[in-house]
C-alpha cells in the first residue's frame, strides 16, 4: 500500500516538511503504521546473537544472511541498505558475512556532531562502547558533558578507518555531509550507482520532493565560545584532517 500513495510514504517517513530523519518522542499511529518506516538494524543484529565486536559464528552468520535476504524478498529490491551507528564498528564482520557488500561513510562537522547529540533524546542512556558506560552515568561521576560528545565524534571516526582500511579501495564510497547538502540528488544517485543499483525515474522523483537543510550551522548559533573551545580542544586533530579547521 505504501508503495501506491508515494505522497503519504514521504509525508509519514520524512514528517510535513519532508526533511526530518527521524521522528522523536512520538508514537506512529495506527495509520502511520502502515507505511513500514526506514529504522536502524540494532534489534536484527540482537535477533541474530551478535554482540558489538564479537566475531560472528556460523550459525549467526547464517541467521543474519537469512535476515537480510527476507528483507530483500519482502521489500521488493534487489538490494539492503543498513544504516546503524554500531555498523562502525562491524564492518570487517558484515565484509565477511557478505562477500558482495558495500560501504558508504559520510562525515560531518565533529563539532555539528556534539551539538546534535546534545539534542537527541537517545544519547544519554545509550551505552558508549570505548566508555564502558552511558553518558548519564558519565555526567553522575562529574565528567564533562561537553568533553564526552566530542570525544564520541573522535573515536567512532577512527573505528570506522580501522574497519575500513581493511577492505579492498573499490569497496569503500566516502563523501562528506557538507558535499551532500550541497548537491544532495547528484550524490545520492552517485551512492546508488555505486551500490549496483540501476536507474530509477520514480526514485529520482522522490528524491527531489524532499528537503536537505543544511544542519551544520545551528552549532555557531547555538555554543558559546566557551563550549566551542572545549569541544576543539578534543577534536582539533581530527578537526584540522578533515578540513574543518
Same mark, same amino acid.
Given at each position: 500500500m505504501s508503495r501506491s500513495l508515494p505522497s503519504l510514504q514521504l509525508k509519514y517517513w520524512f514528517g510535513a516538511d519532508s526533511s526530518n530523519a527521524y521522528r522523536y518522542?512520538?508514537?506512529?499511529?495506527?495509520?502511520?503504521?502502515?507505511?513500514?518506516a526506514p529504522v536502524e538494524g540494532g534489534p536484527v543484529y540482537e535477533d541474530c546473537g551478535l554482540n558489538d565486536g564479537e566475531a560472528a559464528t556460523?550459525?549467526?552468520?547464517?541467521?543474519?544472511?537469512?535476515a537480510f535476504a527476507s528483507m530483500a524478498r519482502f521489500g521488493g529490491g534487489p538490494?539492503?541498505?543498513?544504516?546503524?551507528?554500531?555498523?562502525?564498528?562491524?564492518?570487517?564482520?558484515?565484509a565477511e558475512v557478505f562477500p558482495e557488500a558495500r560501504f558508504a561513510t559520510i562525515v560531518r562537522d565533529g563539532r555539528a556532531v556534539a551539538y546534535s547529540l546534545s539534542a537527541v533524546d537517545w544519547w544519554p542512556k545509550s551505552h558508549v562502547w570505548w566508555l564502558?558506560?552511558?553518558?548519564?552515568?558519565?555526567?553522575?561521576?562529574?565528567?564533562?558533558?561537553?568533553?564526552? #560528545? *566530542?570525544?564520541?565524534?573522535? !573515536?567512532?571516526?577512527?573505528?570506522v578507518e580501522a574497519g575500513l582500511s581493511q577492505l579492498e579501495p573499490e569497496r569503500v564510497f566516502r563523501m562528506s555531509y557538507e558535499e551532500l547538502v550541497a548537491d544532495p540528488t547528484g550524490n545520492l544517485d552517485r551512492l546508488a550507482r555505486f551500490a549496483g543499483l540501476g536507474e530509477s525515474d520514480r526514485w529520482s522523483a522522490a528524491l527531489r520532493r524532499l528537503r536537505y537543510p543544511d544542519r551544520n550551522e545551528r552549532? #555557531? *548559533?547555538?555554543?558559546?565560545? !566557551?563550549?566551542?573551545?572545549r569541544i576543539e580542544a578534543v577534536q582539533g586533530e581530527e578537526l584540522r584532517r578533515h578540513g574543518y579547521v
Open positions: 518522542g512520538t508514537r506512529r499511529g495506527l495509520a502511520e503504521r502502515a507505511f513500514p556460523a550459525a549467526q552468520a547464517a541467521r543474519l544472511r537469512s538490494t539492503v541498505v543498513s544504516k546503524r551507528i554500531e555498523n562502525n564498528g562491524r564492518i570487517p564482520l558484515l564502558k558506560s552511558t553518558p548519564e552515568q558519565w555526567e553522575k561521576d562529574g565528567g564533562d558533558p561537553w568533553e564526552l #560528545r *566530542a570525544r564520541e565524534w573522535v !573515536e567512532e571516526l577512527r573505528r552549532w #555557531r *548559533a547555538a555554543l558559546g565560545p !566557551e563550549v566551542v573551545a
